[in-house]
Each structure stands twice: as structure tokens, then as C-alpha cells.
DNA sequence: ACACTCGTCTATCGCGCTCTAGTCACCGCT
DNA sequence: AGCGGTGACTAGAGCGCGATAGACGAGTGT
């Protein structure tokens, strides 16, 4: 079995098992049929006996061929291809990644991924995914600004998941962060909080509309004066950051409603090592809902957003968006729901605190 | 700024602002040159005066073109196209893929995803990576038997990551199993704990080895009569299942080695839930040191295996198996080490337990 | 005057496939 | 016989690009 092939190798050939890989033409010549037939039963498309049909599977099996994409995207002026940008360190992302695959399938779609990462920007990432034929983008919590995503729209069907982003020819799927938001301050509130701290998002997606919302719950419970919102992002680092900037205070607020979960990860980290304890010391509400929050023994409370039913309709919107250019703008905003777990709890009494 | 264009669209024609993607040749028409030359700007090659090079690029600017990479891979021999494999849902993966794209993009190459996920099997991943022209394919944590991997690697270059695969024309690389299990036994040997469970692998990755050198260290530790392994996989679901079987026994060990971080999240999930302390009650030790160890409030002694070097060796080995397809497997073994944090402590005396 | 080189640019083939427009044999029908 | 129709198959153009061989003019040396 080892090095078979090698009787017809001369010293200056390659080694035969690593020859150039089969093309429809080898898969022709050895059914005994034209190229093109060999288009159509690998199209499974009607025009082929039966018998030639599978007389040419069987050949293009024994010689291991396999479609060539390239050529194919190429030939075709569809390439059905979807290009999905994800942040790889991201819990929530990887749920919808999921669901995206299973959504893409359905509709007779492939799905092509691109991270970001230290060296790989928005733009770079989304030029490589344009750059292999993507037909169109789905965008996962993209940070880039509204201008260039509106040029993405312009020529490319383009769907941002996750955030805002009012640009003509680009779809959003987000949830209603300022529902998610109000739950959050209201099952709070409802416990007995006043000193509730909101760890912002900064320019990540969706923040701009969950600080609002923050503030105008804390509003309506007549708690304006305890509002206070901390600068962060949406990493555990930020969340760590913001955990040391309240442990200077002499006093800790009772609870806080993180950015997203990755930093409520990271803030509890922080918190924890000071010898804080959650619940009993301070309460903690995180964002997501990330297969992370309820898996790790963090059990974290959170709002829950649906990454089945987002990644579902981003990839129905850009399909759709496929199919007829001229559709206008659409803006998906589904429910958000809070999900009470182990990081929530009456806070302690202050009179002695 | 909304449904610009308009004027130019009659009932007929498409929207303008989605015509047909830009080509060479609209390039090279809109330059005044050869569409030749237009090929030689985009690829940097000598051969074009700074003036033409420039108008040229303006031109190509100004129609928002962009190579085709289908057609790019098609003409070339070459894709500089390297195929991954990942477990999106795996921590550990996504460290390794930031790595894998740092070190292609320095070698010259490109770099394509994709997911495992329910609907998607080792084969259907490696089918789509293959059709898209992948030069080599870098498996993260395959579970595929190694027939299956020696096919693969028959045709087309493989690197196989923390897993062995005695497969010839397989690259792999992984940690050495054996030391890092070894020096968990040795740590929790150390700080006094005798009876230490191991949640086994199953099939996955490294398992084999690591439950062998859990065996071993035991044995070397006369331990033998306290060996346990449990069932498992890789997941957070395994872990917590393993953590009800201990529950339900009627003395917990004081120490567990989960089989990797993931399981060790679950586990820790399902203990703490049940009100055992870690690592006052029961030590708890991972696998993997994938950033959620260190980051989540967890804070978990695990085996850090490195991320960056697995994942550089592994993109330089595909590569240099592409420059030489008649290089022998290599085995590339990576030394692993205890990282010692928080979840691990002395374990309580047992004698009034 | 010649051949020769060099830098710049072009014509053209082919990558592996899809897809339109056929050809061809064979059928039942008038 | 002649007709249109149908199922099985093929020829060949073209997708957007890379790459090679060569064209062309300007300079160089003899």
C-alpha cells in the first residue's frame, strides 16, 4: 500500500500519487463520453441515461475527481456562495455560524467564513471574502462605519447582524437592545437595586442603543442620579478594567449590567479575585446569552438574544436581496428576553455596609 | 443619499448601481492599455512604466475593481490557498486559527475556513475546502480514523493539529500528551490529593494518549488502586455529565483532570451547582489553556498548550510540503506545561469527610 | 549602417467548468 | 413516406484571469 504508482515513475517525474489533480475531460475520456456529459450528471441535471450516469460516477470515482470550484464560480454567473465575517474569540458568533451553515444549506447556499484578528481587519477580511466570489456578506458585529458599509450595499448585498446600521442597500438583524436593556434594569430594580453601573460598549455594535436604554430605565425608576456608565468594549479585558476601576471606589455599586458577556466574563473575573462575591456581594447581567453564560458554571444571568432565528433571517434577507436588488432597506428587529440565572440576587443591606 | 441611481434605470434595465462586477478588461478599456498590462500592475510585476502603473490603478479605482480570485486560482497553477478545519465552537481553535492566518499571510498565502458544526461532518468540510482549490489542508483536531487522513494526504498536503496520525504524507502536530498529564498527576500528587479521577476523551484528539499518560503517572505515583476514568468527550455537555456521576457517588474524589478545558468548564459547572467548592471540596485541572482559562472568572490550572508555535509549525509545514511533496511525515511534538491557577489546592483533610 | 539589448506593451492560449445551440437516432403519428 | 417530437448526447463559446512569446521603439556599441 505504501509508495504504490511509483513503477511508472521516471527520476525526473513527480511522484504519481501527487499527480495534477483529474479534470471533467479525464473523467470523459475514461466513460467514454463527452465533457459535457460529465457537466450534467455532476449537475445532476436531466439529459443522461441512466446507465451513463452512473458509467460516468463511477469512472470520475476510480479516479478520485472532484468538482473544481473555482472553475465552476467561474463558469457560472452565480457562485451561491455567502461570505460570513466573524470574530473568532466570540462565543455568540460561533452560535450563529452554526445556524448560518444550517440556513445556507437549506436554501442550496455554501458559506464561506473570514475572521478578523490582530492582523486582519474589517476591510481586509471582507475584501477576502468579496475576493472568492462571495455573492453576498453577511457581517457579524461589524464595527466599520455606516459610510462603508452603504459602498458595500451599493454593489454587494450586504447584511449586518447585530447592530444598527442605517444604510441604503445593507439589511440589519438585530435584536431590541432597548427591551433587553429595560428587563435588565427592571428585574434589577425589582430585586432591590439602586447602585446599578452599565459597562458600555463603546463604538461595538448595538451599544449606543443599550446605553440609551440603560439610562432611560434608570429614568423611569426615578433613579437618574444613580446612573453611571463606564467605558469598555466588548472584550474580557474590558470587562476586567471596569471590575479594577470599581474596586478603587469605597464603595461597590450592587449591581452591573455588562456590555456583553464576554465582558461580564471578565468582570467577574476581576471582581472574584478581589473576594468579591457574586451574587451575594454584587449582582451581574451580561448580553448574549452566548453558549458560554449558560454552560460554564459562571450560570450567568443575561438577555437573550435568539442567534438561531438572527442567523436564520440574515441569511433569508440576503437571499432575498439576491433575488431582487431593488429591494429596499430592511431593519429585522427581533425580541430580546432576559434570562434570570446564578449572577442576579437581592443586594445586601447597605445601612451597615 | 436614499435610491440614488434612479435616474439612470429604466423599467428594463437592472439598477445601475449593481451592474456586473468589474473586470479586467472594463480596466484596461477605461486605461487605454492591454488588458495584459492591467495583469501585470495587479500582480507587481516588472514589466509596466510608474505612469501606465498608476493610471492604471486609478482606473481600476475609479470602476471598484477587483481581481477575481475564482479566476486567479483557475489560471494560476498555484491557489495560495490553505484549507482549515475548525470546531468554531472550540476556544482553543480559535487561538490557533489567529495564529494560522498571522503565519500564511507571512508565507504568501491565503487562508480558508470551515466550521464543523451539526449538519456538517469532517468529510463535508474537507469537500468544501477541497473544491475551493485548497493547496493543503490544516485539520484542527481531527476525529476522522486515519485512513481516512492517509487518503487525503495521499493527493493533497495535510497537517494534522494535536492529534497523532501515523498516516504517511500527513504532517501533525501536537503536544506531548504525556508530559503535560504527567505533570498535572505530579501537581495534584503534590499538593496531597490521592484520589484523582480522569474524565476521558473518548475519540477525540489526544485522548488516548492523555488517558495512557494519566495511567502511567498514577502508577509511577503507586496509585494504581485509585485510577478512574470516566467516559467523555471534548465538550462543556460531557463534562457536566461526569460531574453528576460523581455526584451521585458517595464520596467525591479530591481531584479531577478533565480532558480538555472545555470538559473542565462543564464539570465545574455541574459541581458548583450542586454547591461543591472548587477548589476547597474537589481540585479541578483542564486541558488546552485556551483564552477562556485565563480570562473567565474561572481561572482554571490547566495544560497550556502553545497556540502560536502549534499553529505556526503547522501552516510551515503545509508549505513546505507543498514545495516538497516527497518530504516523509513528519511528527512534530510540542512540549506542554502545567499552568498552575485556581482551581487547584490542597484537598481537605478526609478524615472526618 | 548593422545587430543587440532593454524596457514597455500586446496577442493569444489555456485553466476547468457551465451552458446554449445544436446533432443524431428513434418513436409514433398522419 | 414524411412529419414533428423526444431523449441522449456533443461541439464550442466564454467566464476572468495568468503567463508566455513576441512586437515595437529607443538607446548602445561597433
Same mark, same amino acid.
Request: net charge negative; hydrophobic share 40%.
Given at each position: ?47 443522461? *441515461? ?28 452565480? +457562485? ?45 477580511? @471582507? ?6 466570489? #462571495? ?8 464595527? /466599520? ?15 449586518? @447582524? ?31 437595586? !439602586? /447602585? ?7 463604538? &461595538?455594535?448595538? +451599544?449606543?442603543?443599550?446605553?440609551? /436604554?440603560? #439610562? ?12 453611571? @456608565? ?31 458577556? !464576554? ?8 471582581? *472574584? ?9 454584587? *449582582? ?11 454552560? +460554564? ?10 442567534? &438561531? ?10 437571499? &432575498? !436581496? ?8 430592511? &431593519? ?8 434570570? !440565572?446564578?449572577?442576579? /440576587? ?8
Amino acid at each position: 500500500m505504501l509508495e504504490e504508482g511509483a513503477e511508472t515513475a521516471s527520476p525526473t517525474t513527480r511522484v504519481s500519487t501527487r499527480a495534477k489533480r483529474p479534470t471533467m475531460a479525464d473523467v470523459a475520456a475514461r466513460a467514454g463520453v463527452s465533457r459535457a456529459l460529465v457537466s450534467i450528471v455532476f449537475r445532476n441535471e436531466p439529459g443522461a *441515461s441512466r446507465e451513463t450516469r452512473e458509467r460516468i460516477l463511477r469512472a470520475a470515482d476510480e479516479l478520485g475527481y472532484r468538482p473544481d470550484n473555482a472553475a465552476r464560480l467561474l463558469a457560472r454567473s452565480r +457562485s451561491m456562495v455567502l461570505g460570513v465575517m466573524i470574530n473568532i474569540r466570540n462565543a455568540f458568533h460561533a452560535d450563529l455560524v452554526e445556524a448560518i451553515y444550517a440556513e445556507a444549506e437549506r436554501l442550496g447556499y455554501e458559506v464561506l467564513l473570514s475572521a478578523l484578528g490582530p492582523t486582519r481587519d474589517e476591510r481586509k477580511v @471582507v475584501e477576502a471574502l468579496l475576493g472568492h466570489r #462571495c455573492e453576498a456578506l453577511i457581517l457579524l458585529g461589524p464595527n /466599520a462605519e455606516t459610510a462603508y458599509l452603504a459602498e458595500l450595499g451599493a454593489h454587494t448585498p450586504t447584511v449586518v @447582524v447585530g447592530r444598527r446600521a442605517p444604510a441604503s442597500g445593507v439589511d440589519t438583524v438585530h435584536t431590541a437592545e432597548n427591551k433587553g436593556m429595560r428587563q435588565g434594569v427592571d428585574h434589577l430594580v425589582g430585586l432591590g437595586h !439602586r /447602585a446599578i453601573v452599565h459597562i458600555d460598549g463603546g463604538d &461595538e455594535p448595538g +451599544s449606543a442603543e443599550r446605553r440609551q /436604554a440603560y #439610562c432611560a430605565a434608570m429614568r423611569d425608576h426615578a433613579l437618574q442620579d444613580e446612573i453611571r @456608565v463606564l467605558p469598555g468594549d466588548h472584550t474580557e479585558e474590558s470587562g476586567k478594567t471596569a471590575g479594577e476601576t470599581l474596586l478603587h471606589d469605597d464603595r461597590l455599586p450592587t449591581a452591573v449590567l455588562a456590555g456583553n458577556d !464576554r465582558c461580564a466574563m471578565g468582570l467577574m473575573n476581576a471582581l *472574584s479575585r478581589a473576594g468579591v462575591s457574586i451574587p451575594k456581594d454584587i *449582582s451581574v447581567i451580561g448580553y448574549d446569552d452566548s453558549h458560554i453564560a449558560h454552560l +460554564s458554571h459562571i450560570n450567568l444571568t443575561t438577555v437573550r438574544q435568539d442567534a &438561531e432565528q438572527m442567523a436564520t433571517l440574515a441569511v433569508r434577507s440576503a437571499v &432575498e !436581496r439576491l433575488d431582487d436588488h431593488r429591494l429596499p432597506s430592511r &431593519e429585522l428587529i427581533l425580541d430580546a428576553r432576559l434570562v434570570v !440565572r446564578g449572577t442576579t /440576587a437581592p443586594p445586601r443591606h447597605r445601612d451597615r455596609s
